[in-house]
Structures are given as C-alpha cells and as structure tokens.
C-alpha cells in the first residue's frame, strides 16, 4: 500500500495535491464513461470524507476517557468495556456534528476487503447503511451503483487504495477546506470531460465568484432554483469568510432537477460543513418546492 501523505498546507498546495490524486484516478478510469465515473469517484472521496472525520472523533474519545487533564471524559482506572463503549457511542458524534459510521460501513473495513470480488456490493451497503444512520442530511443522497457499474471490482480496490493515500485529518481537526478545494477540483475535471454535458452540473468558479461579489452576501437567505454542484453557495461562504463575517448570518435554499447532480450538490455541501437540509429535488419550473421563500439573494 503507499505511504499516507500528510495533507496540504496552503490553496496552491491544495491544488497541487488534487491535480497529482485527479491523475492517479484517472489513470484507473480505463474505458468507463467519465458520466459514470464522476459519481464513482466523487462517491468513494465523500465516503473517506465522512470515515476520516469519523476515526478522528473516535480516536479523541478513546484518549479522553484514559486522560487525566479531560474533565469531561476522564473515568480513573476506566474498564476496557467502558472505554469502548464511549467510542461507539452514537451521540458522541452527533453532538460534535461528525456523521456515525456503523463498523460495516468504516474504510477500514471495506479497505480490507478491497481485493473481494464483491467489493462493490459492500460498497453499496455501506452507502446505505450510512444514510440510515444519518437520515437528516443525507438521505438519498449516497451513490448505491458500485455492484453494478462496469468498473472491475479490481480496479474499484484500487481506488480505495489510491483514496486511502489521503490524509484528511490536521491534527485535531478534519481539513475540509483541503477536502472542498479537492472535491470541487474534481467536479471541474469530470465537467472538462463530459465536455457540453458538463455544464449541466457546473459552472466555472470565476462565473460563480464574480455573481457572488455583485450580490455581497453578507447576511440573508441567498437562494439557487437551479443549485447544480452548489457553487453558489459555496462561494457565498467563501466571500463571507474573507471578509471576517460570520458564515451562520446566511441561509441557503436551492432545488436542483437532476438527482444525480442533487447527490452531487448535497456530498459538496456535507463535506464544507454547510448545512444541505433545504437543497430540494425537483424542477424548480413545474414544482417550485420553496414557494413562499422570501429569498435576500
């Protein structure tokens, strides 16, 4: 297996990690459509998102309980069984907004299956399993496709490898602006490869910037009937934060007509820590879904 990298430090770092791992991915992709395999790849980086923030959270809690120093966790002389217990405590996680992963649905797990020949079925599963522990964001949302996409399940092992060369965590913290810068680089690839396809999904971040900085968006509820990947709100968040406001003073709505692009829209969303729940699917045309929004942007 290679050697973990640690994650980078600054945005041109960022981008320079993202192109090496687009290229490494790309390089599996063989024959399969880039259509296809956007919602395969995007899938497995969202899931490494959601198990390296889990296994972060799990990590803390099995120190805090043996630590002294941690007044909320520390138990003297605490049992084996009981420290375990905290760790596997789903309320733990809720509370410190990190999605559970039940232990079937853990990369570990599915890491050390990788070379099974039904890999993609437990993919599936641990996809499911996931949205059923998490129902409020993301529910729908996860791509179930892998038993049955015509990427070899040899290949599919190969990318939880290649994934599994990713350091999401800095220090205590999960890098999710690393992650974001990342998983927005790739949506721009599989655009650039889909070629007019592409535009169905995503807009160019200069596009998206320029509109967001003749809005300034500072406070309010900013709304997108046609969200796509969700660019708009992420660049809203982004100019608040450059700024110095406070990127709570905004609330986002949008709806998105393709479901796969909502999926894509809400993992993007989940993996910035904005909240997804009023992102909507439907055609915002035939079956407005926010009719009474008073929207400030």
Known sequence: ?????????????????????????????????????????????????????????????????????NTEYYVKEAPAEYIASVAEDKDEYLAAN?????????WSYLLANARQPNLGRLIDEAMAAIEKENPKQLRGVLPKIYARSSLPAQTLGELLNLFSTV??????????DILGRT???????????????????????????????????????????????????????KFIEAHNGNPNDISIYGQERNEATWRICKMNLAIRGIPNENILLGDTFTNDLHPDLRADF
Request: proline share 4%; hydrophobic share 40%; aromatic share 12%.
């Open 183 to 237: 998983y927005e680089y790739f949506i721009k690839m599989f655009a650039k490869a889909e070629g007019h396809r592409g535009g169905e999904f995503y807009t160019p971040q200069c596009v998206v910037r320029l509109l967001v900085e003749m809005l300034e968006p500072y406070r309010g509820r900013v709304y997108d009937p046609a969200c796509g990947s969700g660019g708009m709100f992420v660049q809203s968040r």
């Open 167 to 176: 350091d999401l965590v800095n220090g205590d913290t999960v890098a999710r």
């Open 98 to 106: 990190v999605f559970w992963i039940p232990p079937q649905a853990r």
């Open 1 to 69: 297996m290679a050697k973990k990298k640690s994650a980078a430090k600054n945005g041109n770092g960022d981008l320079d990690f993202a192109d090496r791992l687009w290229a490494a991915a790309n390089r599996l992709r063989g024959t399969v459509e880039a259509a296809e395999y956007k919602h395969i790849v995007l899938g497995l980086l969202f899931l490494k998102y959601l198990s390296d923030a889990f296994e972060n959270r799990h990590k803390f809690l099995l120190r805090a309980v043996t630590d002294p120093a």
